[in-house]
């Protein structure tokens, strides 16, 4: 691990209906960020299948935290899962507390 690396987390209720919801009733996202340049190094929810799992990784490595339209654009226009709202509402508690070490928000 490098000093210039945080973890972040961000949670939100997953909605009714579907087996992400039976498993963990809530979405958690765990996230690797670069302290000082925002990007996302890893990313991991807690959905069902891997290949939901995998697909958010892909969407979010690499982008820069601090970019939260592109990021939630991106989601808009290519993820289409059931859980698409909770795992937004995840994204920007990710990014409300990346902002809050940088002391952007109190």
Do not use: Q, W
Request: charged residues 30%; glycine residues 6%.
């Amino acid at each position: 691990m490098k000093n210039d690396e945080v973890f972040l987390t961000g949670y939100a209720k997953l909605p009714d209906g579907i087996t992400a919801k039976e498993l963990y009733v809530v979405v958690a996202l765990g996230l690797v960020v670069d302290r000082e340049t925002s990007e996302i190094l890893e990313a991991e929810p807690t959905l069902s299948t891997h290949v939901a799992r995998d697909f958010v990784s892909k969407l979010l490595v690499g982008e820069k935290l601090n970019d939260i339209n592109h990021i939630e654009n991106k989601f808009r226009h290519n993820y289409f899962g059931s859980a698409k709202k909770a795992v937004l509402t995840a994204i920007r508690t990710c990014h409300k507390n990346y902002k809050k070490i940088h002391g952007d928000l109190e």
